[in-house]
């Protein structure tokens, strides 16, 4: 979906999809080129999530709850203010979109998605993040792809990260794709 650009600020965007895709490499370099602050929404985990990850045990959505509404909280108050934000967030489900879109109805998404062999690779060369790569197929299976309805779009991670972040940002200038 292509999107309209926003001339008065970059906006917001929850940079999207499963472990290992690339969402803190590429939300990160978009924050930086955007010149808005980047949130890291792994480290807004409570404890007790980070410790069932790391013991390779999946989150449910009671889990997932709290997590998702500090991050909604985040992104409305950058909307409140008026400013541009850039957030990583698995947001695999479509109900969990939808909480974030309540903080911002303007919020937009950036889905990465690629092989599951390219993404496991990645896993396993990872080595400072407590998500096993054990995790990974049952991200995948929770994973609802972002739809057409939604406001943002997909892109394969098989694209260098800089690719990516100029994909990205040709959207935001409503460049065609």
């Known amino acids: 979906m292509a999107l309209p650009p926003h001339p008065a600020t970059p906006g917001r965007w929850v940079v ?3 472990c290992g895709c690339g969402k803190s490499t ?5 924050a930086q080129l955007l010149a808005v602050p980047f949130l890291e929404g792994d480290k807004f985990h409570p404890a007790a999530n980070v ?3 790391s013991a390779g045990i999946p989150l449910d959505d009671a889990d997932r709850a709290g997590w998702l509404q500090a991050l909604a909280g985040e992104i409305g108050a950058a909307r409140a203010r008026g400013e541009g934000l ?10 969990y979109r939808d909480l974030l879109r309540q903080a911002d109805s303007e919020l937009r998404f950036v889905h990465l998605h690629g092989a599951r062999e390219l993404i496991a690779e990645r896993l396993r060369q990872r080595t400072d993040h407590y998500m ?10 929770d994973l609802e792809p972002l739809q057409d309805d939604e ?3 997909r892109l394969d991670i098989a ?9 990205i940002t040709a959207e935001l200038r409503g460049a065609a794709m």
């Open 16 to 18: 999207m999809g499963v």
């Open 86 to 95: 850039v957030v990583s967030c698995s947001a695999l489900k479509r109900r």
């Open 51 to 53: 410790a069932k990850m």
């Open 151 to 153: 406001a943002g779009f």
């Open 159 to 167: 694209m260098p990260p800089a690719d990516l972040v100029a994909r």
């Open 26 to 30: 590429v939300g990160a370099a978009l």
């Open 132 to 141: 096993p790569p054990a995790l990974l197929d049952s991200q995948l299976r």
